[in-house]
């Protein structure tokens, strides 16, 4: 599994991002998938996920803020994030477990910041 993010960039406190992962095959339209970020000198965080029976989890910080979403269609998985602050400046990685392993995309850097 190949999972490639993108979408991410400068943008204002209070701005907006939407954030986009592809996959090679059609992984990213079925099971558990979702968002991570890591932030300079903080461990790896959940930010928002698709649970395996397809609901949806999300960080405190961003709920509210943030919305995962995923069109099968094109076997893309979203995360548009609203109300950004400086605290969510992170790399924004894509997650899919798969047969046991956890597949990474190579992150997308979101800098909020005025």
């Known amino acids: 599994v190949q999972l490639q993010a993108s979408g991410g960039g400068l943008v204002q406190p209070g701005g907006s991002l939407r954030l986009s992962c592809a996959a090679s095959?059609?992984?990213?339209?079925?099971?558990?998938v979702g968002w991570f970020r890591q932030a300079p000198g903080k461990q790896r965080e959940l930010v928002a996920r698709f649970t395996s029976d397809g609901s949806t989890n999300y960080a405190d910080s961003v709920k509210g803020r943030f919305t995962i979403s995923r069109d099968n269609a094109k076997n893309l998985v979203y995360l548009s994030m609203n109300s950004l602050k400086p605290e969510d400046t992170a790399v924004y990685y894509c997650?899919?477990?798969?047969?046991?392993?956890?597949?990474w995309g190579k992150g997308t850097q979101v800098t909020v910041s005025s």
């Open positions: 997650w899919k477990p798969y047969s046991g392993i956890d597949y």
């Open positions: 095959g059609r992984f990213l339209s079925i099971g558990s």
